[in-house]
Protein backbone atom coordinates (compact mmCIF):
# COMPACT_ATOMS: atom_id res chain seq x y z
CA UNK A 1 0.00 0.00 0.00
CA UNK A 2 2.56 2.98 -1.15
CA UNK A 3 -0.03 5.49 -1.64
CA UNK A 4 2.24 8.71 -0.73
CA UNK A 5 5.32 7.42 1.80
CA UNK A 6 7.28 10.50 3.30
CA UNK A 7 9.96 10.13 6.24
CA UNK A 8 7.86 11.39 9.65
CA UNK A 9 10.60 13.00 11.10
CA UNK A 10 11.07 15.43 8.76
CA UNK A 11 7.15 16.60 8.41
CA UNK A 12 5.34 19.38 10.25
CA UNK A 13 3.64 17.47 13.62
CA UNK A 14 0.60 17.41 14.84
CA UNK A 15 -0.24 18.50 17.76
CA UNK A 16 -1.49 16.82 20.73
CA UNK A 17 -4.87 18.03 21.52
CA UNK A 18 -4.76 18.93 25.56
CA UNK A 19 -7.19 16.88 27.31
CA UNK A 20 -7.76 19.02 30.09
CA UNK A 21 -9.83 21.15 27.68
CA UNK A 22 -10.93 18.95 24.71
CA UNK A 23 -12.78 16.39 25.06
CA UNK A 24 -11.77 13.01 23.37
CA UNK A 25 -14.56 11.86 21.10
CA UNK A 26 -16.14 8.20 21.93
CA UNK A 27 -16.54 5.20 20.00
CA UNK A 28 -20.45 5.48 19.07
CA UNK A 29 -20.36 1.94 17.35
CA UNK A 30 -18.09 -0.41 14.64
CA UNK A 31 -19.71 -1.79 11.79
CA UNK A 32 -18.15 -4.54 9.51
CA UNK A 33 -18.32 -3.78 5.45
CA UNK A 34 -20.28 -6.49 3.66
CA UNK A 35 -18.56 -7.60 0.46
CA UNK A 36 -19.88 -6.71 -3.42
CA UNK A 37 -19.78 -6.03 -6.49
CA UNK A 38 -19.44 -2.88 -8.34
CA UNK A 39 -19.82 -1.30 -12.15
CA UNK A 40 -18.39 -4.39 -14.90
CA UNK A 41 -17.97 -6.81 -11.45
CA UNK A 42 -14.72 -5.43 -9.43
CA UNK A 43 -14.85 -6.14 -6.05
CA UNK A 44 -15.73 -3.83 -3.13
CA UNK A 45 -16.70 -3.71 0.80
CA UNK A 46 -19.73 -1.28 1.29
CA UNK A 47 -18.09 1.15 3.90
CA UNK A 48 -21.19 2.76 5.17
CA UNK A 49 -23.74 -0.75 4.90
CA UNK A 50 -26.17 -0.37 7.92
CA UNK A 51 -24.84 2.64 9.30
CA UNK A 52 -27.76 5.52 10.14
CA UNK A 53 -27.40 8.42 7.59
CA UNK A 54 -27.88 10.86 10.42
CA UNK A 55 -24.39 9.54 11.82
CA UNK A 56 -22.57 9.87 7.66
CA UNK A 57 -24.53 13.48 6.88
CA UNK A 58 -22.47 14.68 4.74
CA UNK A 59 -21.51 11.46 3.51
CA UNK A 60 -23.29 9.37 1.39
CA UNK A 61 -21.74 6.17 0.05
CA UNK A 62 -18.27 4.86 0.43
CA UNK A 63 -17.07 1.61 -1.57
CA UNK A 64 -13.96 0.26 -0.48
CA UNK A 65 -12.13 -0.91 -3.83
CA UNK A 66 -10.57 -4.15 -3.94
CA UNK A 67 -7.74 -4.85 -2.32
CA UNK A 68 -7.33 -7.28 -5.27
CA UNK A 69 -4.81 -8.86 -7.57
CA UNK A 70 -6.17 -8.88 -11.03
CA UNK A 71 -4.57 -11.66 -13.31
CA UNK A 72 -3.79 -10.31 -17.11
CA UNK A 73 -7.73 -9.54 -18.79
CA UNK A 74 -9.83 -9.55 -15.33
CA UNK A 75 -9.53 -6.03 -14.59
CA UNK A 76 -12.92 -4.36 -14.77
CA UNK A 77 -14.63 -0.82 -14.51
CA UNK A 78 -17.75 0.65 -14.76
CA UNK A 79 -19.50 2.03 -17.80
CA UNK A 80 -21.13 5.26 -18.81
CA UNK A 81 -23.61 5.89 -16.02
CA UNK A 82 -25.18 9.49 -15.08
CA UNK A 83 -25.03 11.23 -11.53
CA UNK A 84 -26.97 14.17 -10.32
CA UNK A 85 -27.10 16.15 -6.61
CA UNK A 86 -23.92 15.08 -5.15
CA UNK A 87 -19.62 14.57 -5.50
CA UNK A 88 -17.44 11.31 -5.83
CA UNK A 89 -13.89 11.41 -4.54
CA UNK A 90 -11.94 8.56 -6.37
CA UNK A 91 -8.97 7.71 -3.98
CA UNK A 92 -6.53 5.21 -5.43
CA UNK A 93 -4.24 4.15 -3.11
CA UNK A 94 -2.53 1.24 -5.98
CA UNK A 95 -3.11 0.38 -9.45
CA UNK A 96 -4.20 3.03 -12.23
CA UNK A 97 -7.83 4.43 -12.83
CA UNK A 98 -9.08 6.37 -16.00
CA UNK A 99 -11.85 9.32 -15.76
CA UNK A 100 -13.75 10.58 -18.24
CA UNK A 101 -17.01 12.54 -18.06
CA UNK A 102 -19.45 14.42 -20.80
CA UNK A 103 -18.61 17.31 -19.24
CA UNK A 104 -14.92 17.20 -20.79
CA UNK A 105 -13.08 16.26 -17.13
CA UNK A 106 -11.11 13.53 -17.21
CA UNK A 107 -7.45 11.38 -16.66
CA UNK A 108 -5.45 8.70 -15.30
CA UNK A 109 -4.99 8.85 -11.41
CA UNK A 110 -2.58 5.91 -9.82
CA UNK A 111 -0.75 5.28 -6.44
CA UNK A 112 -1.87 8.30 -4.08
CA UNK A 113 -3.75 10.14 -6.94
CA UNK A 114 -7.77 11.64 -6.41
CA UNK A 115 -10.15 11.90 -8.74
CA UNK A 116 -12.63 14.64 -7.44
CA UNK A 117 -15.87 15.23 -9.46
CA UNK A 118 -18.72 17.21 -8.38
CA UNK A 119 -21.58 15.96 -10.78
CA UNK A 120 -23.79 19.28 -9.66
CA UNK A 121 -27.07 19.52 -11.68
CA UNK A 122 -25.80 16.27 -13.94
CA UNK A 123 -23.54 14.16 -16.09
CA UNK A 124 -22.10 11.24 -17.31
CA UNK A 125 -19.07 9.61 -16.65
CA UNK A 126 -17.07 6.43 -16.94
CA UNK A 127 -14.33 4.64 -14.96
CA UNK A 128 -11.83 1.99 -15.99
CA UNK A 129 -8.30 0.58 -15.58
CA UNK A 130 -6.64 1.48 -18.93
CA UNK A 131 -6.08 -0.77 -21.60
CA UNK A 132 -1.90 -2.09 -20.90
CA UNK A 133 -3.47 -2.94 -16.92
CA UNK A 134 -6.48 -5.10 -18.72
CA UNK A 135 -3.70 -7.01 -21.05
CA UNK A 136 -1.12 -6.95 -17.86
CA UNK A 137 -3.01 -7.45 -14.79
CA UNK A 138 -1.79 -5.95 -11.55
CA UNK A 139 -2.88 -4.81 -8.35
CA UNK A 140 -5.62 -2.58 -7.81
CA UNK A 141 -7.21 -1.10 -4.25
CA UNK A 142 -9.09 2.52 -3.60
CA UNK A 143 -11.52 3.86 -2.29
CA UNK A 144 -14.75 6.02 -3.96
CA UNK A 145 -16.43 7.98 -1.81
CA UNK A 146 -19.87 10.23 -2.05
CA UNK A 147 -20.18 13.78 -0.89
CA UNK A 148 -23.31 15.17 -0.39
CA UNK A 149 -24.37 18.76 -1.62
CA UNK A 150 -26.65 21.46 -0.10
CA UNK A 151 -30.18 22.03 -1.67
CA UNK A 152 -28.36 25.06 -2.69
CA UNK A 153 -25.43 23.62 -4.81
CA UNK A 154 -27.47 20.50 -5.98
CA UNK A 155 -27.36 22.23 -9.67
CA UNK A 156 -24.30 23.30 -9.49
CA UNK A 157 -22.65 23.47 -12.90
CA UNK A 158 -20.10 19.94 -12.88
CA UNK A 159 -16.46 20.55 -12.48
CA UNK A 160 -13.52 18.38 -12.20
CA UNK A 161 -10.31 18.67 -9.63
CA UNK A 162 -7.36 16.11 -10.67
CA UNK A 163 -5.35 15.90 -7.44
CA UNK A 164 -2.10 14.40 -7.38
CA UNK A 165 -0.99 12.48 -4.63
CA UNK A 166 1.82 15.12 -3.99
CA UNK A 167 -0.33 17.45 -3.55
CA UNK A 168 -1.84 16.06 -0.23
CA UNK A 169 -0.63 18.01 2.63
CA UNK A 170 2.05 15.26 4.17
CA UNK A 171 2.34 15.35 8.33
CA UNK A 172 3.32 13.55 11.29
CA UNK A 173 1.63 12.76 14.46
CA UNK A 174 3.45 14.40 17.03
CA UNK A 175 5.52 11.53 18.22
CA UNK A 176 6.60 10.91 14.78
CA UNK A 177 4.76 7.57 14.67
CA UNK A 178 1.61 7.76 11.93
CA UNK A 179 1.93 9.66 8.72
CA UNK A 180 -1.16 11.95 7.55
CA UNK A 181 -2.41 12.98 4.41
CA UNK A 182 -4.36 15.38 3.83
CA UNK A 183 -7.04 15.09 0.69
CA UNK A 184 -9.59 17.74 1.52
CA UNK A 185 -10.46 19.90 4.17
CA UNK A 186 -7.90 21.09 7.23
CA UNK A 187 -5.79 19.19 10.17
CA UNK A 188 -4.69 21.55 12.87
CA UNK A 189 -3.74 24.39 10.82
CA UNK A 190 -2.55 22.48 7.50
CA UNK A 191 -4.72 22.63 4.52
CA UNK A 192 -5.73 20.17 1.81
CA UNK A 193 -5.96 20.20 -2.08
CA UNK A 194 -9.49 19.23 -2.69
CA UNK A 195 -11.91 22.20 -3.21
CA UNK A 196 -15.88 21.47 -1.91
CA UNK A 197 -18.89 23.04 -1.44
CA UNK A 198 -19.91 21.19 2.03
CA UNK A 199 -17.17 21.63 4.90
CA UNK A 200 -15.21 18.39 5.12
CA UNK A 201 -12.13 16.90 6.20
CA UNK A 202 -10.34 13.38 4.61
CA UNK A 203 -6.83 12.58 5.65
CA UNK A 204 -5.04 9.24 5.05
CA UNK A 205 -3.19 7.77 8.15
CA UNK A 206 -0.92 5.27 8.26
CA UNK A 207 -0.12 4.06 11.67
CA UNK A 208 3.15 2.26 12.52
CA UNK A 209 2.40 -0.99 14.95
CA UNK A 210 1.96 0.40 18.68
CA UNK A 211 1.83 3.81 17.64
CA UNK A 212 -1.09 5.76 18.95
CA UNK A 213 -2.78 8.78 17.08
CA UNK A 214 -4.35 11.45 18.34
CA UNK A 215 -5.55 14.38 16.68
CA UNK A 216 -7.57 17.74 16.86
CA UNK A 217 -10.80 17.41 15.35
CA UNK A 218 -13.31 19.81 14.48
CA UNK A 219 -16.60 19.98 16.97
CA UNK A 220 -18.96 21.03 14.05
CA UNK A 221 -18.00 17.77 12.12
CA UNK A 222 -19.26 14.30 12.26
CA UNK A 223 -16.07 11.88 12.49
CA UNK A 224 -15.31 8.52 11.13
CA UNK A 225 -12.91 6.04 10.94
CA UNK A 226 -12.63 3.05 8.41
CA UNK A 227 -9.58 0.64 8.48
CA UNK A 228 -8.19 0.24 5.09
CA UNK A 229 -5.59 -2.71 6.16
CA UNK A 230 -4.48 -3.81 9.01
CA UNK A 231 -5.69 -3.56 12.73
CA UNK A 232 -5.90 -2.05 15.65
CA UNK A 233 -7.63 0.44 18.14
CA UNK A 234 -10.21 3.14 18.26
CA UNK A 235 -11.08 5.62 20.95
CA UNK A 236 -9.88 5.70 24.03
CA UNK A 237 -11.64 2.81 25.29
CA UNK A 238 -9.38 0.96 23.11
CA UNK A 239 -12.16 -0.61 20.95
CA UNK A 240 -11.07 -3.33 18.52
CA UNK A 241 -10.96 -2.47 15.09
CA UNK A 242 -9.65 -4.40 11.52
CA UNK A 243 -9.76 -3.89 7.51
CA UNK A 244 -13.05 -3.14 6.41
CA UNK A 245 -14.12 -2.00 9.50
CA UNK A 246 -15.63 2.04 10.38
CA UNK A 247 -15.64 3.21 13.55
CA UNK A 248 -18.31 5.99 14.33
CA UNK A 249 -17.24 8.72 16.75
CA UNK A 250 -19.45 10.67 19.11
CA UNK A 251 -19.28 14.35 19.97
CA UNK A 252 -15.69 16.16 21.18
CA UNK A 253 -12.57 18.01 19.74
CA UNK A 254 -10.32 14.95 19.17
CA UNK A 255 -10.27 11.92 18.15
CA UNK A 256 -7.67 8.61 18.67
CA UNK A 257 -7.07 5.76 16.72
CA UNK A 258 -4.05 3.15 17.73
CA UNK A 259 -1.93 -0.02 15.87
CA UNK A 260 -2.51 -3.02 17.23
CA UNK A 261 1.92 -4.09 17.95
CA UNK A 262 1.05 -7.37 15.79
CA UNK A 263 0.04 -6.71 12.49
CA UNK A 264 -1.10 -9.33 9.70
CA UNK A 265 1.94 -10.06 7.17
CA UNK A 266 0.67 -8.94 4.66
CA UNK A 267 -0.22 -5.29 6.09
CA UNK A 268 2.90 -4.18 8.18
CA UNK A 269 0.66 -0.82 9.26
CA UNK A 270 -2.80 0.17 10.33
CA UNK A 271 -3.72 2.07 7.50
CA UNK A 272 -7.49 3.98 8.21
CA UNK A 273 -9.32 6.99 6.15
CA UNK A 274 -10.47 9.73 8.96
CA UNK A 275 -13.31 11.43 7.66
CA UNK A 276 -15.37 14.09 8.99
CA UNK A 277 -17.93 16.63 7.63
CA UNK A 278 -20.49 19.55 8.61
CA UNK A 279 -23.81 17.84 8.67
CA UNK A 280 -25.90 19.49 5.96
CA UNK A 281 -29.33 18.09 7.63
CA UNK A 282 -31.64 18.32 5.09
CA UNK A 283 -34.01 16.00 3.79
CA UNK A 284 -32.21 13.34 1.26
CA UNK A 285 -33.84 11.00 -1.01
CA UNK A 286 -31.31 8.54 -2.53
CA UNK A 287 -32.22 6.75 -5.70
CA UNK A 288 -29.24 4.68 -7.77
CA UNK A 289 -26.91 7.59 -8.87
CA UNK A 290 -28.76 10.54 -7.84
CA UNK A 291 -29.20 11.88 -4.56
CA UNK A 292 -31.53 14.70 -4.05
CA UNK A 293 -33.97 15.91 -1.37
CA UNK A 294 -37.64 14.75 -2.81
CA UNK A 295 -38.99 12.12 -4.16
CA UNK A 296 -40.13 14.58 -6.90
CA UNK A 297 -36.25 15.72 -7.64
CA UNK A 298 -35.22 12.08 -8.05
CA UNK A 299 -38.13 11.46 -10.55
CA UNK A 300 -37.05 14.72 -12.66
CA UNK A 301 -33.32 13.28 -13.03
CA UNK A 302 -34.71 10.43 -14.16
CA UNK A 303 -36.70 12.00 -17.16
CA UNK A 304 -33.68 14.34 -17.38
CA UNK A 305 -31.13 11.14 -18.04
CA UNK A 306 -33.57 9.64 -20.30
CA UNK A 307 -33.96 12.83 -22.48
CA UNK A 308 -30.25 13.11 -22.86
CA UNK A 309 -30.29 16.10 -20.69
CA UNK A 310 -27.52 15.11 -18.21
CA UNK A 311 -24.99 14.96 -21.04
CA UNK A 312 -24.01 12.13 -23.98
CA UNK A 313 -20.96 10.09 -24.05
CA UNK A 314 -18.28 10.77 -26.60
CA UNK A 315 -19.24 9.23 -29.97
CA UNK A 316 -15.87 7.01 -29.68
CA UNK A 317 -17.46 5.38 -26.56
CA UNK A 318 -20.59 4.62 -28.04
CA UNK A 319 -21.09 1.06 -28.72
CA UNK A 320 -21.49 0.44 -32.71
CA UNK A 321 -24.87 -1.02 -34.48
CA UNK A 322 -25.43 -4.31 -33.64
CA UNK A 323 -23.11 -4.00 -30.30
CA UNK A 324 -25.07 -4.57 -26.77
Same mark, same amino acid.
Given at each position: ?????? =?????????? !????????????????????????????????????????? !? +????????????????????????????? $????????????? %????????? #???? #???? $??????????? *?????????????????????????? +???????????????????? =??????????????????????? #? !???????????????????? *? @????????????? +????????????????????????????? %???????????????????????????? +?????????????? =????????? @????????????
Amino acid at each position: MPAITA =DTLTLPRVAV !PDPASVARRPVRSVATAPSGFEGEGFPVRRAFAGVPQSALD !P +FIHMDQMGEVEYAPGEPKGTPWHPHRGFE $TVTYIIDGIFEHQ %DSNGGGGTI #TDGD #TQWM $TAGSGLLHIEK *PPEHLVVSGGLFHGIQLWVNLPRAHK +FHLPRYQDIRGRQAALLASA =DGGSLLRVIAGELDGHAGPGVTF #T !PITMVHATVSPGARLEVPWN *P @AFNALAYVLAGQG +FAGDERRPVRKGQLAVFGQGGAITVAAGQ %DQPQAEPNLEVLLLGGQPIREPVVHYGP +FVMNTRAEIVQAME =DYQAGRLGV @APADRLPHAGEE
